[in-house]
């Protein structure tokens, strides 16, 4: 009502001609929708710091200084890398073909903000921000899979090659207004009417969960984490404090992760508002049922109430609900959810049966819950909500058209040889380089002690 108050008494009752007070609700908007994009994605970037907290929890203390450095560097060389480089591939200009971004105003990101009554309120930029929030975090997904062992010169090369170019390319297809599977590509161009990935189950969380998965498998097991008769051995994180604190910074900046991808909050004549909303409450109840889904499944087995299992629940609910947040009913959101634990629990039990090393899960969390919320879009999509340009929902309502799995399954294939071939090629010259797995000895000893300039705690001085 205060900001209903204000647009009345300030700025649209006063003795100005039609066109005038126009040109200020525009204004208004624009400047409206910026400052939102700069809130989600602000948040999205503190997602940076939740990620930084949960794998600093997983590892063991002797590599604490390791894997924050890399969350570190993985902004900043994403920064750079989006702007000269990935930004482009992934939205180029209206001039792109379906697969790649090609305009040359999106590398090196340039604006004529002074030209445009729009832009000029900065929306331009804001929306470049957005978009690297979540190109950071894709990179960013990657470590949990090669923690511990990655030499720190192959994680560089990766995550700049990842923000570069493996990730772009998918945001076109799926993104973009010219991607060949983009539900925003209205010129006919795509792949039956386009995939509903609303904020990238797929094209964020698969994307970085199997990148992960390419690099555990080449990188091979951490020392001692399969026995001489190939039985697991447990290694676990050093303090679930930190891992906890870490879920919890991921929980809160997914609402601006999911919420934020509406772009607009302020727009007129839309409902993204309501949109906004609704994205709230699903994103919620899905973390919620994964989490209790998880730990009672790690109840059952070991009849221990796990608090890691607990977070690890949260994020496969989250990465399940993402792809659909907008399309789907509560009710759906929390079947999500639940159906989300199961999915990250049997994929966590079968990569340890496969004897490959995925320290936090990443894989289990954002690759395959990554799979299955594309996937459930074609089930629980609402023919009301559903944007696919030939209006494709779900199946499980009746309707015109509950066909949208068909392209939910095709975008999810293309996505993973896409993924999973680009990925290999470049861990595996990684290896063949000698540039991806530190020594054995520096392993053993940490790599805190050897590459950091020593321990992350400082236990005799704290106790002296």
Known sequence: PRFRNFLGSQLFVRDTPRDIMAGDAAAIVAKGDTWYLIWAGALVFFMQAGFGMLEAGSVRAKNTKNILLKNLLDACLGAITWWAIGFGFAYGDSNDNIFIGTGASGFALSTADWTDSYTSEGYDWAGWFFQFTFAAAAATIVSGGVAERCALTGYLVYSVIITAFIYPVVVHWVWDSEGMLSSFNT????????????????????????????????????????????????????????????????????????????????????????????????????????????VSIEYYLSHVWDVVAVGNGVLGGLVSITAGCVVVDPWAAILIGILGGFVYKGASMLLVKLKIDDPLDAFAVHGACGFWGVFAVGIFCRPEYAYNNFAAHGFVYPGSNPSLIGVQIVTLLIEIVWVTLTSSIMFFGLKTAGLLRVPAEVEEAGMDVSKHGGDAYDLKNLNS
Request: charged residues 10%.
């Open 187 to 294: 010129s006919g161009s795509a792949l039956l009417g386009g995939c509903v990935d609303f904020a990238g189950s797929g094209v964020v969380h698969m994307t970085g969960g199997i990148a992960a998965l390419c690099g555990a498998f080449f990188l091979g097991p951490r020392i001692g984490r399969f026995d001489s008769e190939g039985k697991p051995v447990p290694i676990p994180g050093h303090s679930s404090v930190l891992q906890v604190l870490g879920v919890f910074i991921l929980w809160l900046g997914w609402y601006g992760f999911n919420g934020g991808s509406t772009l607009s909050v302020f727009a007129l004549g839309v409902q993204y508002a309501r949109d906004l909303a609704r994205v709230c409450v699903t994103t919620t109840l899905s973390a919620a049922a994964g989490g209790l889904t998880v």
